[in-house]
């Protein structure tokens, strides 16, 4: 499942931006039934992402925070046959992706996946109980951004196995990287401090172990506690 977020989190819901959603087309989200598009840098949760387009009136045209034309991300299919006006699929004019680099100017962190299909490759734009259940959105619906406040995360969202006390800075694929206080220098977007680590070894059955169904528990590895601040 492409989820870097573990449940431990605090942070208010004003903080928690709902306007933009994951820049890309039908096809470059996640797909549960393919092995290949389970995690995606852009549509995992648990990405650092950026803006990539914040025009709202772009000149000489209408404003419209809601395209109901476009149809690359829409999982509705073909909709230019005989009678069909136009794509009834909205999507969300303003997106963001991933960050790249140290210099990038960091939104937040997206607190869903943008997931296409279910681990039976059925189309969620079908099932909306199932997509919630996945703490999904579908391409083209706005994702939510937590921009400040307390989250625990996965190693897959973090770069080179930052230290307690480590300033946090925008790295490669919409992951973060720490650096020690002093090594930050002009350029350098801090968005945050590690606070906290530990590990699971659910597979030993030391850390986590069984559930009641007798499974091992999920996501095994390194962990960090982050105290983000994106303002």
């Known amino acids: 499942m492409a989820i870097r977020l573990l449940p431990f989190r605090d942070y208010s819901e004003h903080n928690v931006v709902n306007l933009f959603k994951s820049?890309?087309?039908?096809?470059d989200f996640i797909d549960l039934s393919d092995s290949d598009k389970q995690s995606t840098a852009n549509g995992d949760a648990g990405v650092f992402v950026k803006v990539s387009n914040g025009d709202l009136n772009p000149e000489g045209n209408d404003w419209n925070p809601v395209d109901v034309t476009t149809n690359s991300a829409s999982l509705l299919g073909?909709?230019?046959?005989?009678?069909?006006?136009?794509n009834v699929y909205p999507q969300a004019t303003l997106s963001v992706t991933g960050v790249e680099n140290h210099q990038d100017q960091c939104l937040g962190i997206t607190l869903r996946q943008t997931v296409e299909k279910d681990e039976n490759g059925e189309n969620l734009l079908y099932n909306p109980i199932k997509k919630d259940e996945l703490f999904g959105v579908l391409p083209g619906e706005a994702v939510p951004v937590l921009s400040r406040g307390l989250i625990t995360v996965t190693d897959a969202a973090v770069y080179q196995n930052p230290a307690v006390g480590s300033v946090l800075v925008p790295g490669p694929?919409?992951?973060?990287?720490?650096?020690?206080?002093?090594?930050?220098?002009?350029?350098?977007?801090?968005?945050?401090?590690?606070?906290?680590?530990?590990?699971?070894?659910?597979?030993?059955?030391?850390?986590?172990?069984?559930?009641?169904?007798?499974n091992q528990g999920l996501m095994s590895g390194k962990y960090y506690i982050l105290k983000i601040d994106c303002a």
Do not use: L
């Open 78 to 86: 073909k909709t230019n046959y005989p009678h069909v006006g136009r």
């Open 173 to 214: 694929n919409g992951k973060v990287s720490g650096i020690s206080p002093a090594s930050v220098a002009a350029g350098y977007n801090t968005i945050g401090t590690v606070i906290a680590s530990g590990f699971r070894n659910d597979y030993e059955g030391t850390q986590g172990g069984e559930n009641v169904f007798g």
């Open 23 to 27: 820049a890309g087309n039908k096809g």
